[in-house]
């Protein structure tokens, strides 16, 4: 095992590849670049990298060229990728893993969509249930575009479709309970 | 039947209707639903883009409730909601180590043994096509709709794998059993761009608008969703990506459920479709005149219908929709001995079939080699014997071109 460790070293960057396909149950190897994930990807005119991209970076340990691209924040999780992947490769499962290790690394480049994220959570930590009205509002606080969707407030609330209080559900701190556990066993 | 139900988030604030119907929909098929005490929020997409024992941990809360109140199956009408429960379920039941620690994150017994099921599932396997028929008072003859199932309704294939992740078809049998039609389109599981709508707006509004498009090229006159992201965006954001395209869509959208209880005979107030974004109301009210042009053009078909089976049977049958099962099969048999005659003899049917003794050595070599092309041949001089000349005629016509370029 020793000869074998030392013909191929274990670079940092190897080590994040491992965690990621840990975390994915699945793995880049597998991938043959034929590009049919990126063929059915609903968002690849608006990425940087297309999925096929993505994984090639990772096969050549340019992890941190991948944790920055537009692409995995851009990535809409609809798993066409993944149900199309004639290797199994589970692309779906890779982007998430990527912005979860990009969150960590403190290495997102579209804080728009990580701002929608801490917003939808932060709800949910509080009051146990997701809060719309409060997302938009964190969300256009935290990404500086104050009246964006505005002209949406009123024609919802005339419709009731809008909640204008969050309700908060009697277990509340139970779920708060799971957001601290989960954070301390590191996700995994 | 009594069922868990989860109506999620949505269901108090944008997706009120979807409850509204959902409730109604129940009511009129007689199933009981118990909604989930005290339920949480499934963290969707936002969870599982964060940490996954956390986008494990909030549905298993849910479930393990309803282990509490004795239920075994879970209604979940949201898209999201269903998948992150349905994930759950699928993963911690295969990895014991994982459900250990999911019950360590939740401190509450979870056994992982429960069965969450989208509206489709429900409606289609657990209800049955045949139950909804019965219950329908006023149909929606006239409809003419694209059934949208987006993304998280029909994957990943693992965890969903009730309709064909391609091309599913349980919204459009719904549909047909209510009397509409329903349309053949490329982007029935396409994604709307889900909550990039409101983070890239940029993205979001392209990605909507191309699902609009594409239904209404397929010739559909309403959308139909299973999904309140899905309805947010192609009806509350329809405005304002019609102002980004510079385009006009006016594209009715439904819920299916909003659909059955129509049917059933609610009202449209009732079931919330009053509070759409587009003009919902006006199609429905088209729609009588819809089906009585529809009725007149069928009865008009009638008498030529009739001419053209007392001049030839075949041409009858091959109208393809009115046939019953039975004449489907004797067609279907006579094609079979049409396919056999011509592989035993490609010369004598390619006389029958072109006058010109050249040309028909050439459809007779045509038909020998060619399998695909015999199969059409033979197809057409049983249900229409003037296409099946003019059909062989094109491929000798493109075989003799073939044969100068060589």
Known sequence: ?188 | MEIAYYPGCSGSGSGVEYKLSTLKTAEMLGVKLRELEDWNCCGATSAHNTNKLLSLSLPARNLAIMEKMNLDTLLAPCAACYNRHRAVEVEAKADQALRDKIQEAIAMEFSAQTTTVSVLEWLVRDVGIEAIQKKVSKSLKGMKAACYYGCLLVRPVAHTGFDDTEDPSSMDQIMTALGARTVEWPYKTECCGAALATSRPDIGSRMIYEVIRNARAAGAECIITACPLCMLNLDMRQAKVEKAMGVKLDMPVYYITEMVALAGGYSPQEIGITRHFVDAISYLHSLPEKAAALAAEEEAKKPQKAARAAASPAAEKADGEEQSPADQEATQKKIEAMLKGIQKNPEKMAARIIADPERAQILAELMAQDEKKSLKIAELMVTDKDKATKVADAFVTGELKKRQKA
């Open chain 1, 1 to 188: 095992m020793k000869e074998a460790s030392a013909l191929i070293p274990v670079t940092a960057e190897k080590a994040i590849i491992a965690k990621i396909e840990h975390e994915a149950h699945t793995s880049i190897n597998h991938c043959y670049q034929c590009g049919k994930c990126s063929a059915g990807c609903p968002v690849a005119f608006a990425m940087d990298y297309p999925p096929r991209q993505i994984i090639r970076l990772l096969q050549l340990d340019l992890v941190d060229e991948a944790l920055r691209a537009d692409s995995i924040w851009i990535c809409a999780s609809c798993e066409t990728c993944s149900a199309r992947c004639p290797r199994n490769v589970d692309i779906a499962s890779l982007m998430d893993a990527l912005r979860r290790e990009a969150l960590a690394e403190g290495l997102v480049t579209d804080k728009k969509v990580a701002a929608f994220n801490e917003g939808f959570l932060g709800g949910v930590k509080r009051f146990g249930r997701s809060f719309e009205a409060g997302i938009l509002l964190y969300h256009n606080l935290k990404t500086g575009q104050l009246f964006k969707d505005m002209e949406l407030g009123l024609p919802m609330m005339k419709r009731g479709k809008i909640e204008l209080m969050p309700h908060r559900i009697k277990g509340s701190q139970e779920v708060q309970a799971i957001f601290e556990r989960t954070a301390q066993m590191g996700g995994e």
